[in-house]
């Protein structure tokens, strides 16, 4: 079946300007994450969303970033007034139950640029 | 919070050859999950191996094993017969939630 897709594949984006990254899971899968890497850097956790429950943003970095899953399928990712230390992969993830033993599917990610 | 330190930043193995990748982590959990991720060019994170800590066996997937010491909190990766699709990045990660804490990462080279 598919997997995990994103869109856009990359973006280019000015200093102020907002965006919207966009992750499709693979259906049946109720969490679904979101990650940033960073040049040089792990994957660092932004936000999780498990069916119709309230997302845990523990992970955001500035209230600049927000996300939503409409429907509990499609999520979007926003970044308002955009920086330069926000460039950087996005990478969604989804898998079956949030259970500890669930494994995740990664997205190919969305290379984020801010000129 | 828990860490995950990988501290080779680039290692390199000939084609055919045995290279091992290191990790160790940090938790006070007693139950987790343990990861290695490839990520080549593509930037597909493709899970390679997984191992759960109540199990004292190490996990092996074809070419691919850990050294699993629990007690020392330590995570290997050995990689067998290496084949020049295995160049990549690899991430080791630690999972005791939902979410996946994630090593900085070790640039495998794989020469001819």
């Known amino acids: 079946g598919a997997g995990v897709s994103q869109s856009p594949s990359n973006k280019v984006t000015e200093k102020g300007k907002d965006v919207e990254l966009r992750c499709d899971p693979i259906?049946?899968?109720?969490?679904l994450y979101w990650y940033r890497q960073s040049l040089g850097q792990g994957l660092e956790f932004l936000i999780y969303f498990q069916g119709n429950s309230a997302p845990d943003k523990s992970g955001l970095p500035s209230d600049r970033f927000s996300a939503e899953r409409t429907g509990g399928s499609v999520s979007t990712l926003t970044i308002q007034r955009t920086q330069q230390e926000d460039s950087a992969v996005y990478l969604c993830?989804?898998?079956?139950?949030?259970?500890?033993?669930?494994?995740?599917?990664f997205g190919p990610g969305t290379r984020l640029t801010v000129t | 919070a828990q860490t995950v330190t990988q501290s080779q930043p680039e290692m390199s193995v000939q084609e055919a050859e045995t290279v091992t990748l290191s990790c160790t982590y940090d938790t006070s959990e007693s139950d987790y999950y343990l990861f290695w991720y490839k990520q080549p060019p593509s930037r597909q994170m493709i899970l390679v191996i997984r191992q759960e800590a109540y199990k004292q066996q190490n996990a092996t997937e074809n070419r691919f094993s850990v050294n699993f010491q629990k007690a020392a909190k330590s995570f290997s990766l050995k990689i067998s017969d290496s084949q020049l699709g295995d160049a990549a990045m690899y991430f080791c990660a630690y999972k005791s939630g939902y979410a996946l804490n994630f090593g900085k990462g070790t640039s495998l080279l794989v020469t001819p």
């Open positions: 259906s049946g899968h109720t969490a």
């Open positions: 993830a989804s898998s079956f139950d949030r259970g500890i033993n669930y494994e995740q599917y």
